[in-house]
C-alpha cells in the first residue's frame, strides 16, 4: 500500500510559473522527504523536513509540513524547463518495519 | 565520491530465466534498498540490506532475492522470469537503515522481458 499520496498527478504550467505538489500520509511519521526523477533515471534527493518542522526552504523549492492534516506541499517558485520532472513525496511505514514508501509522483511539465 | 553504481543499465531476458543486478554504494554506505518502478505500480520497495543483513522486505514473490556482500555491494536476483517483470530496478545507498535518512539512488537497471 502506498504511503503517501501526491496530488495532482500531472501539471503542466509556463516558465516562470511556480508549481505546487501536494501530498498526503497515512500514519505517524519522523520525517518527510521529497524527490525528483527525470525521465527513466535514477531519483534524486531535494529535501527532507522533520515532523517538529514546519516549512523548509532551499533554493527556489519551499517545503511546507502539517501533521496534524498529514500532508505537505512542495513549491517550486520560478519555474524553468529544466524542472521537468517526477516529484515524489516519501515517508518511512514503522508499521512495516520501517521503510521508506514512496507516492505515486506528480509529473509536471515545464513549457518554456 | 563516486556515486551509486548499477549494473548492468539494459538487460533483455525471456520468460523462465533468471537474471542478477548489481548494485554498488557510495562508499561508506552501509544500507542498500531495491526498488521496482514500473508505470501502472509506481515505485515499490523490494528490500533493505544494512551491514549484510536484510533489514526488510516488501511484498514481492520469493521468486525476488538479494544479498549484500562484506563490502556493501549488493545483488538482487529474480528467478523464473515473467512478463510482469518488467521494469526499473532502482538501487540505492544511504547511511542510515530503515529510510530514515536520504537515499542515493543509482541510474538503475532496466530489465525487459520477453
Known amino acids: 500500500s502506498q504511503q503517501g499520496e501526491e496530488d495532482p498527478q500531472a501539471l503542466s504550467i509556463q516558465e516562470g510559473e511556480n508549481a505546487t505538489m501536494n501530498c498526503s500520509y497515512k500514519?505517524?511519521?519522523?520525517?518527510l522527504q521529497w524527490y525528483r526523477q527525470n525521465s527513466g533515471r535514477g531519483l534524486v534527493h531535494l529535501i527532507l523536513i522533520r515532523s517538529n518542522e514546519r516549512e523548509k526552504h532551499s533554493g527556489r523549492l519551499r517545503v511546507t509540513l502539517d501533521t496534524s492534516k498529514k500532508s505537505s506541499s512542495l513549491l517550486i517558485t520560478a519555474s524553468r524547463a529544466a524542472d521537468t520532472a517526477s516529484y515524489f513525496c516519501a515517508t518511512t511505514d514503522y508499521n512495516q518495519g520501517g521503510k521508506l514508501i514512496f507516492g505515486q509522483g506528480t509529473e509536471l511539465s515545464v513549457k518554456p | 565520491k563516486a556515486g551509486v553504481t548499477q549494473t548492468p543499465r539494459y538487460l533483455i531476458k525471456t520468460r523462465g530465466q533468471q537474471v542478477t543486478l548489481s548494485c554498488s554504494p557510495i562508499?561508506?554506505?552501509?544500507?542498500v534498498s531495491w526498488y521496482q518502478q514500473t508505470p501502472g505500480q509506481g515505485l515499490q520497495f523490494l528490500f533493505e540490506?544494512?551491514?549484510?543483513?536484510?533489514?526488510n522486505k516488501g511484498n514481492f514473490p520469493g521468486r525476488f532475492s538479494g544479498r549484500q556482500f562484506s563490502n556493501s555491494r549488493s545483488e538482487m536476483n529474480v528467478s523464473t522470469l515473467e512478463l510482469g517483470d518488467s521494469a526499473l530496478y532502482l538501487c540505492?545507498?544511504?547511511?542510515?537503515?530503515?529510510?530514515?535518512?536520504?537515499?542515493?539512488f543509482g541510474e538503475g537497471s532496466r530489465l525487459t522481458v520477453l
Open positions: 562508499s561508506g554506505h552501509r544500507s
Open positions: 500514519t505517524s511519521i519522523n520525517n
Open positions: 540505492a545507498s544511504s547511511t542510515a537503515s530503515g529510510g530514515t535518512g536520504e537515499l542515493f
Open positions: 540490506y544494512f551491514s549484510e543483513t536484510q533489514r
